[in-house]
């Protein structure tokens, strides 16, 4: 059956990692983690002490970064210049900083053209913010998610505290809501649905139910294009 590109879009905490990953593996396909570049980048401007205003030091960064992923049984690691940085990229400063680096010109053009070498032979699963309507306008899947803010807020919280990190629900429901207006709003890139993207309200569904109907959509397209 013919490869394709499978594009999930959609609010923070709507369990789009969470889906992909599942996808990919039932496909056998490549998993990539589009977040997890732009926090790899935020995480690489921290540790240098760039900030997102300085375009000048902002290109010379870029020339020296490398993202790599390697996704195996369905756990995903992503690698800053060899060093796997899984961990870290998933932290509270990561997190709160992220979006001031991603709406960025300069750095999102850096990355969308890393993404789609990435999906030169098809084959994979790409999730974030811009990927149905920047990164793969022509993608053959495309699907964006949306949540009730307080239930995806709550999902956040359950990972954070899971991974042993303390925090507070009301702190995640401002981040999240941050990142979410912060991104719906940015100049270049913005969080929007794609016109012929299939909107999913995931707010009271389990993660098998997402995933059995995903599949179905995904299974249905292939054997269109076949």
């Known amino acids: 059956m013919k490869d394709i590109i499978v594009a999930i879009d959609g609010n923070a905490a709507t369990g789009k990692s969470t889906q992909s990953k599942k996808i990919a593996l039932f496909l056998n396909y490549k998993y990539i983690d589009s977040g997890a570049m732009y926090r790899a980048v935020t995480l690489y401007a921290i540790r240098n002490k760039i900030s997102p205003k300085n375009l000048s030091q902002i290109n010379l960064m870029l020339s020296n970064i490398k993202i790599n992923f390697n996704f195996s049984n369905g756990e995903n690691k992503t690698f800053l210049n060899g060093e796997d940085v899984e961990e870290l990229i998933r932290s509270k400063v990561i997190s709160k900083k992220v979006s001031s680096y991603a ?10 053209l890393k993404q789609r070498e990435f999906g030169l032979n098809k084959g994979i699963v790409m999730d974030g913010r811009d990927i149905g309507t920047v990164v793969f306008p022509k993608a053959e899947c495309k699907f964006f998610f949306k949540s009730d803010i307080n239930i995806s807020a709550n999902r956040r919280y359950k990972e954070i505290v899971e991974s042993g990190i303390k925090t507070s629900y009301e702190d995640v429901l401002r981040d999240v809501s941050k990142r979410d207006f912060s991104d719906m709003r940015r100049v270049h890139s913005p969080l929007k649905k794609a016109k012929d993207s299939l909107e999913i309200d995931v707010s009271n569904k389990s993660v098998d139910e997402i995933f059995q109907y995903l599949i179905r959509i995904i299974e249905i397209k292939r054997k269109e294009l076949n």
Do not use: N, P, S
């Not at 709406?103 to 969308?112: M, S, W």
């Open 103 to 112: 709406k960025v010109k300069k750095i999102r053009e850096f990355l969308v």
